[in-house]
């Protein structure tokens, strides 16, 4: 099947669009692993198939002693060729990719073009975008002036730590029986993960801090028992319910729960870590097209800035206005996209999720019970010299304040230098921004919006690259793609398509092009030249996502070779799923009995009587189920 499926990846990489009549262009993105002691390079492709970016697994090869950058970059052009796609096809095909740092160090760029023959200013090989995010994220927390942050994640570690496993395992979960709370599985920090995993670690401890509470609580009746006037027998009980070292190690991490600054804090890094969450999904999705890497953050930045201004002005809301805001509900406190098995393949990422997201943070729902030294209904302890103080978050508003203005200028000095090509797309390959200039602002005329840009993207391409393309066509063709999009534009029907929540995508408004052949007719080379554009890909989160898959394939007991593996991978990632794959699984058979002395295959299943089994019975229940939207999961109960 591997072999089948390999068949159908080489035939569609080397096809013919019929939409822009020239050869299909590819992004390159490739990742190194350590998987059973062994290091891999992930390789994939990104191409363009049912007209979106659309990622295809290639191969995970073996890192025998491949250390340096050129010898990483042998081995990425080893596993392209093996698809057929010889140097010459590479030259004309590829036009950029996404890696991590630890590649942009080695000079990736450079070696690749030079194993390759073409021009190193031609194929854009970015450091992907999430990678850089959390690289100003780290910037931001290493600082002196938040070792308070530092201090915060190392008490919610020992939290976690302290209820993860054994006997304090056992007494979260009676403790949450008890007050009948449910509770979320502790977390741990993941150094190599994004930032996702830090969120999950506050998001945990909110959900499950009423039972955190109540365990605290008895630990200080105990506490109090085992310094008091106690029989012998009744301390050394209460001794032996603790393991060695819990008293000195986790005391203090313990006590924080019932802590005021350790309550607001957390509540307010939850709610600017949600912030930074939402951005990273955001920047891991391969459909995105160069551009929207920067709209996405700078709208982050902005909601940073947005979030700083609110905790600024907090105090002068009046609290009855607070107290008559909705109560967040703490059972939809872990949001679904926070995760770190979020697959970018597999799972669509709703963008504009991001925009409509609560309006009403947690430090406000929360504001009026923090002033009265609660939170979920419990009390909460202050320190010694803000009793006297009318608003005592104060002092923590301010840490925070200042950590998403570090955390907004880190992200700036990260992503200040966008390469030109990118600010180039977007003036003038971006249809929202030729809506708001033509139609709404009217700052510029049709004819003028984007000419120039486009003339130096076409002199970028000529004098960087092999593509043999005809200028003044591409211009003229240009032209008649803007019109066309505002025409359409104008039609309530192909509007609607086009938005999403008044906002213009500019990704609908391409797949309507590439795959309607009236709208296509006449612009076939602009609409090639466009896809060579968008294909300079700026994410390797796709990367991530197959390691993931090749680790779901590893077991303890694994004793299959590594090409095995690997074409297990191969196939999960790039067969259709099993519901569909009727006609792929028969042609796979009909390949593999092709080569044998009998041609001709069947399947019998034993019986009364020898009978045909049919492949992927019409009577397979799971099949069934997946076939139809309606089919329950369980039979349904059938009376005498």
Not at 43 to 70: A, R
Not at 401 to 419: G, M, N, V, Y
């Given at each position: 099947?591997?072999?089948?499926?390999?068949?159908?990846?080489?035939?569609?990489?080397t096809?013919?669009d019929p939409i822009?009549?020239?050869?299909?262009s590819?992004?390159?993105?490739?990742?190194?692993?350590?998987?059973?002691?062994?290091?891999?390079?992930?390789t994939?492709?990104?191409?363009?198939?049912?007209?979106?970016?659309?990622?295809?697994?290639?191969?995970?090869?073996?890192c025998?002693?491949?250390?340096?950058?050129?010898?990483?970059?042998?081995?990425?052009?080893?596993?392209?060729?093996?698809?057929?796609?010889?140097?010459?096809?590479?030259?004309?095909?590829?036009?950029?990719?996404?890696?991590?740092?630890?590649?942009?160090?080695?000079?990736?760029?450079?070696?690749?073009?030079?194993?390759?023959?073409i021009?190193?200013?031609?194929?854009?090989?970015?450091?992907?975008?999430?990678?850089?995010?959390?690289?100003?994220?780290?910037d931001t927390?290493?600082?002196?002036?938040?070792?308070?942050l530092?201090?915060?994640?190392?008490?919610?570690?020992?939290?976690?730590?302290?209820?993860?496993?054994?006997?304090?395992?056992?007494?979260?979960?009676?403790?949450?029986?008890?007050?009948?709370?449910?509770?979320?599985?502790?977390?741990?920090?993941?150094?190599?993960?994004?930032?996702?995993?830090?969120?999950?670690v506050?998001?945990?401890?909110?959900?499950?801090?009423?039972?955190?509470?109540?365990?605290?609580e008895?630990?200080?009746v105990?506490m109090?028992?085992?310094?008091?006037?106690?029989s012998?027998?009744?301390?050394?009980k209460?001794?032996?319910?603790?393991?060695?070292g819990?008293?000195?190690?986790?005391?203090?991490?313990s006590?924080?729960?019932?802590?005021?600054?350790?309550?607001?804090?957390?509540?307010?890094?939850?709610d600017?870590?949600?912030?930074?969450?939402?951005?990273?999904?955001?920047?891991?999705?391969?459909?995105?097209?160069?551009?929207?890497?920067?709209?996405?953050?700078?709208?982050?930045?902005?909601?940073?800035?947005?979030?700083?201004?609110?905790?600024?002005?907090?105090?002068?809301?009046?609290a009855?206005?607070?107290?008559?805001?909705?109560?967040?509900?703490l059972?939809?406190?872990v949001?679904?996209?926070?995760?770190?098995?979020?697959?970018?393949?597999?799972?669509?990422y709703?963008?504009?999720?991001?925009?409509?997201?609560?309006?009403?943070?947690?430090?406000?729902?929360?504001?009026?019970?923090?002033?009265k030294?609660?939170?979920?209904?419990?009390?909460?302890?202050?320190?010694?010299?803000?009793?006297?103080?009318?608003?005592p978050?104060?002092?923590?508003?301010?840490?925070?304040?200042?950590?998403?203005?570090?955390?907004?200028e880190?992200i700036?000095?990260?992503?200040?230098?966008?390469?030109?090509i990118?600010v180039?797309?977007?003036?003038?390959?971006?249809?929202?921004?030729?809506?708001?200039?033509?139609?709404?602002?009217?700052?510029?005329?049709?004819?003028?919006?984007?000419?120039?840009?486009?003339q130096?993207?076409?002199?970028?391409?000529?004098?960087?690259?092999?593509?043999?393309?005809?200028?003044?066509?591409?211009?003229?063709?240009?032209?008649?793609?803007?019109?066309?999009?505002?025409?359409?534009?104008?039609?309530?029907?192909?509007?609607?398509?086009?938005?999403?929540?008044?906002k213009?995508?500019?990704?609908k408004?391409?797949?309507t092009?590439?795959?309607?052949?009236?709208?296509?007719?006449?612009?076939?080379?602009?609409?090639?030249?466009?896809?060579?554009?968008?294909?300079?890909?700026?994410?390797?989160?796709?990367?991530?996502?197959?390691?993931?898959?090749?680790?779901?394939?590893?077991?303890?007991?694994?004793?299959?070779?590594?090409?095995?593996?690997?074409?297990e991978?191969?196939?999960?990632?790039?067969?259709?799923?099993?519901?569909?794959?009727?006609k792929f699984?028969?042609?796979?058979?009909?390949?593999?009995?092709?080569?044998?002395?009998?041609?001709?295959?069947?399947?019998?299943?034993?019986?009364?009587?020898?009978?045909?089994?049919?492949?992927?019975?019409?009577?397979?229940?799971v099949?069934?189920?997946?076939?139809?939207?309606?089919?329950p999961?369980?039979p349904?109960?059938?009376?005498?």
């Amino acid at each position: 099947m591997a072999t089948s499926m390999k068949q159908r990846v080489m035939e569609y990489l080397t096809s013919v669009d019929p939409i822009t009549r020239q050869q299909r262009s590819i992004g390159i993105t490739f990742d190194k692993v350590t998987l059973l002691k062994r290091s891999l390079q992930v390789t994939m492709l990104v191409i363009m198939i049912d007209e979106q970016l659309t990622p295809i697994y290639l191969k995970s090869s073996l890192c025998k002693t491949e250390l340096s950058g050129e010898e990483l970059a042998a081995n990425c052009v080893n596993v392209l060729e093996s698809f057929g796609l010889t140097k010459s096809m590479l030259q004309d095909k590829l036009t950029g990719g996404a890696v991590d740092g630890a590649y942009i160090h080695m000079n990736i760029n450079e070696h690749l073009c030079n194993n390759i023959g073409i021009q190193q200013n031609w194929l854009k090989i970015s450091w992907d975008v999430a990678h850089l995010l959390e690289l100003a994220i780290d910037d931001t927390q290493n600082q002196k002036k938040f070792n308070w942050l530092q201090m915060i994640i190392k008490t919610c570690a020992e939290v976690m730590k302290k209820y993860s496993y054994g006997k304090q395992y056992e007494f979260l979960i009676q403790a949450a029986e008890e007050i009948q709370e449910d509770i979320l599985q502790p977390k741990q920090f993941h150094v190599t993960r994004f930032v996702s995993s830090q969120l999950r670690v506050y998001e945990t401890i909110l959900r499950n801090w009423k039972t955190l509470y109540v365990l605290q609580e008895k630990d200080d009746v105990n506490m109090a028992l085992s310094h008091g006037d106690i029989s012998t027998r009744t301390r050394q009980k209460l001794d032996a319910q603790q393991k060695p070292g819990d008293k000195d190690v986790d005391s203090i991490a313990s006590r924080q729960i019932k802590s005021f600054d350790f309550v607001c804090t957390l509540i307010g890094l939850y709610d600017i870590y949600s912030i930074l969450v939402e951005a990273s999904l955001s920047v891991q999705q391969v459909n995105k097209y160069p551009w929207e890497y920067d709209y996405a953050i700078e709208y982050l930045q902005e909601r940073l800035t947005k979030y700083g201004e609110l905790l600024e002005t907090l105090n002068f809301k009046s609290a009855q206005d607070v107290e008559n805001l909705e109560k967040f509900d703490l059972d939809k406190l872990v949001y679904s996209t926070a995760t770190d098995g979020f697959d970018v393949a597999e799972d669509e990422y709703d963008e504009t999720k991001v925009q409509k997201k609560q309006s009403i943070t947690l430090m406000e729902q929360y504001y009026h019970d923090l002033l009265k030294c609660e939170f979920q209904q419990l009390p909460i302890t202050r320190r010694g010299g803000d009793y006297e103080l009318e608003d005592p978050i104060k002092h923590i508003r301010q840490k925070l304040i200042e950590l998403c203005r570090h955390l907004s200028e880190s992200i700036a000095k990260r992503f200040e230098d966008i390469p030109e090509i990118f600010v180039l797309m977007k003036n003038c390959l971006d249809v929202a921004f030729l809506y708001q200039q033509v139609v709404l602002d009217k700052t510029q005329t049709i004819v003028d919006y984007g000419k120039n840009e486009l003339q130096k993207l076409i002199d970028f391409t000529v004098s960087n690259s092999k593509k043999l393309i005809n200028a003044p066509v591409i211009q003229d063709q240009y032209l008649e793609w803007k019109q066309r999009c505002l025409n359409e534009m104008q039609d309530k029907d192909m509007f609607s398509v086009w938005t999403t929540n008044g906002k213009i995508l500019t990704s609908k408004v391409m797949k309507t092009f590439y795959t309607n052949t009236d709208l296509s007719e006449g612009i076939n080379d602009f609409l090639h030249f466009y896809s060579l554009m968008i294909l300079k890909i700026r994410s390797e989160a796709i990367c991530e996502s197959a390691a993931s898959i090749l680790k779901g394939h590893i077991h303890n007991n694994r004793s299959l070779q590594h090409k095995s593996l690997d074409d297990e991978v191969f196939l999960h990632w790039n067969a259709p799923p099993l519901h569909l794959a009727d006609k792929f699984i028969e042609q796979s058979i009909d390949d593999y009995f092709i080569n044998k002395k009998d041609k001709t295959w069947l399947f019998y299943r034993k019986s009364e009587q020898y009978q045909p089994w049919r492949l992927l019975s019409p009577g397979s229940l799971v099949l069934n189920r997946l076939r139809s939207e309606q089919v329950p999961r369980l039979p349904e109960l059938i009376d005498d």
